[in-house]
């Protein structure tokens, strides 16, 4: 079963200089994102042998090239709801240095997920969903050794549902999702499907605030381990 976002309600499908800036990504003429490279180092001593590995919430995939770079040796899969997103995906990330092929991208929900992959990982993503449990719950289900999380979490659920003044001119009475979620609610959560959970300093924010489209976020980094 496929399920892709709706572009009524969808900002990704919605935000030509976001996509600009996400091709330029793909063909590393930008600075690689901190918490891509912070995500490469900490899966780097963790993967051993050929293993899969789902980015879930890919936007264009571009974070395929922190592992690369790093010689990381995965299979790369990466899966998101946008077609915007899936498209550039296939038209960027495909080629003979990467050997990625059309396959390797999905277009679908976090929450259709069914394969099961050695490791996920997902950043910048539940943040702007209405609520943690059902992805995050696939997403752990679907992982066999290890799940790293990027996402904004405090002490208390902020749940804010705000129109975003950054994408296509025409589109900004979209209304975003940018959610906090309460860290010891998740990490317990986490716990209850049989993984020991390491909290890890995100080194973008170094624990501070950071403002994201005028929203503030405080990222946390949770690296769930099966046991
Ligand atoms: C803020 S972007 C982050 C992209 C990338 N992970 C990064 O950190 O640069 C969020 C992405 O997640 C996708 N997304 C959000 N919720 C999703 C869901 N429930 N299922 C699949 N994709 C989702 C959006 O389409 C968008 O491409």
């Not at 550039?88 to 050997?99: H, I, R, T």
């Not at 702007?128 to 992982?143: D, F, G, I, S, V």
């Not at 025409?170 to 959560?189: A, C, G, L, R």
Request: a negative charge; charged letters at 25%; hydrophobic letters at 35%.
């Amino acid at each position: 079963m496929t399920c892709i976002a709706n572009p009524l309600w969808n900002p990704w499908a919605n935000d030509k200089a976001l996509l600009e800036l996400y091709q330029k990504r793909c063909r590393q003429l930008v600075p690689e994102m901190t918490c891509a490279s912070q995500a490469a180092e900490i899966l780097s001593s963790k993967i051993n042998g050929n293993e899969t590995l789902l980015d879930a919430g890919c936007g264009a995939g571009y974070y395929f090239w922190s592992f690369y770079n790093r010689k990381i040796p995965i299979e790369y899969f990466g899966i998101d709801y946008t077609p915007e997103m899936i498209e550039l995906a296939k038209q960027e990330m495909c080629n003979s240095k990467s050997k990625l092929k059309s396959t390797n991208f999905i277009l679908n929900t976090i929450e259709n997920i069914e394969e099961e992959y050695d490791t996920i990982i997902c950043f910048n993503v539940l943040t702007n969903n209405p609520h943690y449990a059902l992805p995050l719950e696939r997403l752990l289900k679907c992982t066999k050794k290890r799940l790293l999380l990027r996402e904004s979490l405090d002490q208390d659920l902020v749940v804010r549902f705000t129109p975003d003044h950054y994408i296509d001119k025409d589109k900004t009475h979209i209304k975003v999702y940018h959610n906090t979620f309460p860290i010891d609610e998740v990490e317990k959560f986490i716990k209850e499907y049989g993984f020991k959970v390491t909290r890890i300093l995100d080194e973008r924010s170094k624990g501070n605030i950071e403002m994201v489209v005028d929203v503030p976020h405080r990222w946390q980094i949770l690296l769930a381990e099966r046991i």
